[in-house]
């Protein structure tokens, strides 16, 4: 099993986290903009599992080439935990409906994230994502103010409804209306995070098949 340690750095402006797996310590970038390309990388369905698989390691890795090398007894579960713990991925399908609500789409509301990120901290979002953890850099863009975008969207899609009466009418009628402008695409049987999870699964099999045969 894989067990965070404290050590943080940075290489090449990038963050990395040490992490003990089978008493070895390995280097790992931990940053959100490794995450989000992660996210992208296995939402996206024109690249083959394999190709998914090498492009995995050289995101998460610093030194993907002496990973693979180390002849580990069970590669594929760190793998798979850094997977979910950095972006949520779920590689092994042990993480069934733990995904949590919706609030964001980090694809689609990029925009308005770059545009709320500015307006707040005064710092782009690709400088913000190299600097913080996924976890953070969502907490971040869940702070952003309620007159930025993603303070109107993240409202928008979580709030509940305010409850009709005889004199707010108007103020429903509005709630309703924005709610529906920011509203997420609804989630499909083969949606990006199912096809993100689907296609992790298989990178993972053929990361412990590679494992098996020693890399």
């Known amino acids: 099993m894989a067990t965070l340690r404290s050590d943080i750095g940075y290489l090449d402006g990038c963050r990395f986290r040490v992490v003990e797996h089978e008493g070895q ?19 996206d369905t024109e690249v083959e599992p394999g190709v998914k698989q090498w492009c995995a390691m050289q995101l998460l890795f610093p030194d993907p080439r002496a990973v693979a090398e180390h002849e580990w007894e069970d590669f594929g579960s760190l793998f798979s935990r850094l997977l979910w713990e950095m972006a949520g991925i779920d590689a092994d399908d042990s993480h069934a409906g733990e995904e949590g609500p ?16 500015w307006r707040t901290y005064g710092q ?35 709030a509940d409804e305010p409850r009709a009466g005889r004199y707010n009418q108007d103020e429903v009628a509005r709630f309703r209306k924005m709610k ?31 494992a098996e045969r020693g890399m």
Do not use: K
């Open 102 to 117: 919706r609030w964001v789409d980090w694809e689609a509301d990029a925009d308005y994230i770059e545009a709320s990120l």
């Open 25 to 43: 310590p390995v280097r790992v970038y931990d940053d959100a903009d490794t995450a989000l390309r992660l996210i992208a990388l296995f939402r």
């Open 124 to 158: 782009p979002s690709a400088a913000m994502a190299r600097q913080l953890s996924f976890r953070e850099y969502a907490r971040m863009v869940s702070l952003c103010p309620h007159d930025t975008p993603m303070g109107q969207a993240i409202y928008y899609r979580t």
């Open 180 to 210: 529906r402008a920011w509203a997420l695409e609804p989630r499909a049987a083969d949606d990006g995070y199912r096809l993100a999870s689907n296609a992790a699964s298989d990178a993972f099999r053929g990361i412990a098949a590679a």
